[in-house]
């Protein structure tokens, strides 16, 4: 939270009813890592206007479609991290270019990615302000025929 103390549960996994005096305070991270989130539970995340981080790794059912709800977060979000979501594609990535003030975003290990290289330079050309990680720029991207032969045919100097 926000110039708050981070509330955190008990020993027992309670959360205290002061959680409930403090409606008005922004919620500036979400980690919804590994969770269960889809396209219809990213509703209560979009409220955040406040949001600066949301961290979705590992989220089986966040896909193409969930990208493209991320708009209303356009002023806030600068930290997005996608790391190993399985559904995510390029046409999900493309969604992205409404995020201008991101500043960092993780699109290591997408596997409904065919080309992580060429992908990782297409949203580098997007978000020029934004550092991203994931594949090295080489990933997925192979000599074609013609400059195969060229590098086997080149002559060595005697």
Wanted: hydrophobic fraction near 40%; aromatic fraction near 6%; proline fraction near 8%.
């Amino acid at each position: 939270f926000q110039g708050k103390e981070w509330i955190r549960p008990n020993t027992r996994g309670r959360f205290s009813l002061d959680f409930l005096t403090f409606p008005e305070v922004p919620v500036e991270a979400v980690d919804a890592s590994g969770s269960a989130i889809n396209y219809h539970g990213l509703d209560n995340l979009l409220a955040l206007k406040e949001l600066q981080s949301l961290w979705l790794r590992r989220c089986p059912h966040v896909d193409d479609w969930c990208l493209s709800r991320l708009h209303p977060l356009a002023n806030s979000l600068q930290e997005l991290s996608l790391a190993g979501c399985p559904r995510i594609s390029e046409r999900g990535l493309a969604c992205l270019h409404h995020l201008q003030n991101l500043r960092r975003l993780d699109i290591s290990d997408l596997p409904a990615v065919s080309n992580p290289g060429l992908t990782q330079i297409l949203v580098e050309e997007m978000l020029p302000n934004c550092e991203v990680l994931g594949a090295d720029w080489t990933q997925g991207l192979g000599l074609g025929p013609e400059e195969q032969s060229q590098d086997a045919a080149s002559p060595i100097p005697a």
